[in-house]
Nanobody, 124 residues
Framework: QVQLVESGGDLVQAGGSLRLSCAAS????????MGWSRQAPGKQRELVAA???????NYADSVKSRFTISRDNAKKTVYLQMNSLKPEDTAVYYC??????????????????WGQGTQVTVSL
C-alpha cells in the first residue's frame, strides 16, 4: 500500500512560481512511476506531468517549458516546480503513483494511488 501526501499549494500572482511536493509512504517508492494531475472547477482531471521510476519525464503541452517534474528516491518525494504561472493553471493538483508495469496508464492519468490534493490559485 502507498500513501501520498501533497503540499505546497498556495495563492500566487500570475508570473510567479510554486513548488509542489508529494511525499510517499512505503518501501517501493523507487520503482513507482509518479505523476501530477490537476482538476479545475467544472473540468475533468488532466495529467500535467509524469516521471518514470528511472527519471524519464513527460509533460502536457500546456505546461511544457514552464513546469518541471522531478523525484528524490531517498526522500520518497516527487516535486512539481511551476514557473510563469497563469490564471488558467488554477486547480487542485493531485499526486499519483503507479506500479512499474503501468507507465502507459500513467501517461493517461490513470493511477493506482492518489493523494488528497493541494489547491493552487493564480490571480491576475
Amino acid at each position: 500500500q502507498v500513501q501520498l501526501v501533497e503540499s505546497g499549494g498556495d495563492l500566487v500572482q500570475a508570473g510567479g512560481s510554486l513548488r509542489l511536493s508529494c511525499a510517499a509512504s512505503g518501501s517501493i517508492f523507487s520503482i513507482l512511476h509518479m505523476g501530477w494531475s490537476r482538476q479545475a472547477p467544472g473540468k475533468q482531471r488532466e495529467l500535467v506531468a509524469a516521471i518514470t521510476n528511472v527519471g524519464s519525464t513527460n509533460y502536457a503541452d500546456s505546461v511544457k517549458s514552464r513546469f518541471t517534474i522531478s523525484r528524490d528516491n531517498a526522500k520518497k518525494t516527487v516535486y512539481l516546480q511551476m514557473n510563469s504561472l497563469k490564471p488558467e493553471d488554477t486547480a487542485v493538483y493531485y499526486c499519483g503513483a503507479n506500479r512499474v508495469n503501468r507507465w502507459t496508464q500513467a501517461l493517461s492519468g490513470e493511477y493506482d494511488y492518489w493523494g488528497q490534493g493541494t489547491q493552487v490559485t493564480v490571480s491576475l
